[in-house]
């Protein structure tokens, strides 16, 4: 009973010290709370759909607000303005950042479970398995997972978690796993694996209770990172209408430019960057964290 009361006092001083660390990164600070920010964005929205703005003039698809000429410019009744079609624009960014946080999610759960899996497994069995994922991780780091995505997406249309499955898949095969894999054989050679081993831990033990756990902050780290790749690369699909999302930032961003020449021949600058803006502000979030968590990481980058 006192060793399990014990270890989990020195678990809670462990997480103490980890949230201690990041709230002493101002770096990591300024993202987590851009997140936050996009967090509250993709919860109120539906509320404020269903309360405080009317569908038939804030729905960012069909809305459209018949008192005024579009596209307008900001104003107490449309904070961001409206588009050449007439809807609202904040109502469409807040609805943009639902599928963006459903891209960012999947690509990075499962950027992670992967790149962690194959890298544990080659490091911890080394020989032919190793070798075998190797291979398979430097043929999946010729694929860049962007482009390969969007290549995806010319042929299948892809719903934000296909799209997040498929970047993060090809990212956790690839990069993420050699990644893992040379963090996983620095692990192998310290010293409490082998008094691991010693006191008689089978494989699975050792594998489960000593290697993962050393490679979960560098996991963490690549999802982030993966986070801002994913994000980007849903932005860009978007763009190129390649996607299943009828409002995401991307596509606010090609309905700007195109409806300049369809329609009034006004560019509706503030759908434009604020489009832009959401897209860059998401992504630069993630990275921003992931910038933070490698100061923390490594100590030659704290010293400076």
Same mark, same amino acid.
């Given at each position: 009973?006192?060793?399990?009361?014990?270890?989990?006092?020195?678990?809670?001083?462990?997480?103490?010290?980890?949230?201690?660390?990041?709230?002493?990164?101002?770096?990591?600070?300024?993202?987590?709370?851009?997140?936050?920010?996009?967090?509250?964005?993709?919860?109120?929205?539906?509320?404020?759909?269903?309360?405080?703005?009317?569908?038939?003039?804030?729905?960012?698809?069909?809305?459209?607000?018949?008192?005024?000429?579009?596209?307008?410019?900001?104003?107490?009744?449309?904070?961001?303005?409206?588009?050449?079609?007439?809807?609202?624009?904040?109502? *469409? /960014?807040?609805?943009?950042? %639902?599928?963006?946080?459903?891209?960012?999610?999947?690509?990075?759960?499962?950027?992670?479970? /992967?790149?962690?899996?194959?890298?544990?497994?080659?490091?911890?069995?080394?020989?032919?398995?190793?070798?075998?994922?190797?291979?398979?991780?430097?043929?999946?780091?010729?694929?860049?997972?962007?482009?390969?995505?969007?290549?995806?997406?010319?042929?299948?249309?892809?719903?934000?978690?296909?799209?997040?499955?498929?970047?993060?898949?090809?990212?956790?095969?690839?990069?993420?796993?050699?990644? *893992? %894999?040379?963090?996983?054989?620095?692990? *192998?050679?310290?010293?409490?694996?082998?008094?691991?081993?010693?006191?008689?831990?089978?494989?699975?033990?050792?594998?489960?209770?000593?290697?993962?756990?050393?490679?979960?902050?560098?996991?963490?780290?690549? *999802?982030?990172?993966?986070?801002?790749?994913? /994000?980007?690369?849903?932005?860009?699909?978007?763009?190129?209408?390649?996607?299943?999302?009828?409002?995401?930032?991307?596509?606010?961003?090609?309905?700007?430019?195109?409806?300049?020449?369809?329609?009034?021949?006004?560019?509706?600058?503030?759908?434009?960057?604020?489009?832009?803006?959401?897209?860059?502000?998401?992504?630069?979030?993630?990275?921003?964290?992931?910038?933070?968590? %490698?100061?923390?990481?490594?100590?030659?980058?704290?010293?400076?």
């Amino acid at each position: 009973m006192k060793l399990v009361v014990e270890r989990i006092r020195a678990r809670r001083r462990g997480v103490r010290r980890s949230l201690q660390a990041v709230w002493g990164s101002p770096t990591a600070v300024v993202g987590l709370g851009l997140i936050l920010l996009f967090g509250i964005a993709a919860l109120i929205y539906p509320l404020l759909l269903r309360t405080v703005w009317p569908a038939k003039i804030y729905d960012p698809l069909v809305g459209f607000d018949f008192t005024m000429m579009h596209p307008a410019d900001p104003s107490s009744a449309h904070l961001l303005g409206t588009d050449a079609l007439g809807r609202d624009v904040l109502s *469409m /960014i807040l609805a943009a950042s %639902r599928p963006a946080w459903v891209v960012a999610l999947t690509a990075a759960i499962t950027t992670g479970m /992967i790149a962690t899996f194959v890298g544990a497994l080659g490091a911890f069995y080394r020989g032919w398995v190793d070798g075998v994922l190797s291979h398979v991780s430097d043929a999946f780091l010729l694929l860049p997972a962007p482009i390969f995505v969007l290549i995806i997406a010319e042929q299948v249309e892809l719903s934000p978690v296909r799209f997040g499955l498929v970047f993060g898949l090809i990212n956790g095969l690839g990069a993420g796993a050699i990644v *893992m %894999r040379s963090q996983g054989l620095k692990v *192998m050679a310290e010293p409490f694996i082998e008094a691991a081993r010693v006191a008689g831990g089978g494989g699975p033990h050792i594998l489960v209770r000593h290697l993962v756990p050393h490679l979960l902050p560098l996991a963490v780290l690549y *999802m982030m990172l993966s986070v801002v790749g994913a /994000i980007v690369a849903h932005g860009f699909a978007a763009f190129l209408g390649q996607t299943e999302s009828l409002v995401s930032w991307g596509a606010i961003v090609f309905f700007g430019v195109t409806s300049a020449r369809s329609f009034s021949g006004v560019v509706p600058w503030s759908a434009l960057v604020s489009a832009s803006a959401a897209l860059s502000l998401f992504a630069g979030a993630f990275y921003l964290v992931s910038s933070g968590l %490698r100061e923390i990481l490594d100590p030659r980058l704290r010293a400076r």
